[in-house]
């Protein structure tokens, strides 16, 4: 496995339980901005075996990337409600679960 492919991996497995992130997001924490597209692909080819919180990577607009009403996109609504995630339909506000939109709440589970 490539080293690039390794971080973006890394940083994906990153993303706290009640968060999300975007493609772009997770493409700048892996070193690789401007490779969103790169996220989505890798994601696609998971190695086997390696368990990924792949439901909380989202568009850059918080919008479920899969189509709507597909089984995929049943699956992620389910995980991320499961984690306490708002989707409302199919988006997440990223201004409350975003990885970045509140500091404190990001490293220590709480605002101030």
């Not at 991996?9 to 772009?24: K, L, N």
């Not at 989202?58 to 089984?71: C, K, Q, T, V």
């Not at 992620?76 to 970045?100: H, K, M, T, W, Y």
């Amino acid at each position: 496995m490539q080293e690039s492919h390794a971080r973006v991996y890394a940083a994906i497995a990153a993303i706290p339980r009640g968060r999300v992130a975007s493609y772009g997001a997770i493409a700048v924490r892996a070193g690789l901005p401007g490779r969103a597209r790169l996220v989505g692909k890798l994601l696609g080819e998971t190695p086997e075996g390696m368990e990924l919180p792949w439901y909380r990577v989202l568009r850059a607009s918080g919008h479920i990337a899969l189509p709507p009403g597909s089984r995929g996109f049943r699956e992620q609504c389910r995980l991320l409600r499961a984690e306490g995630i708002d989707v409302v339909n199919g988006r997440v506000p990223l201004s409350r679960f975003g990885l970045d939109a509140d500091l404190d709440r990001a490293l220590w589970g709480m605002t101030l």
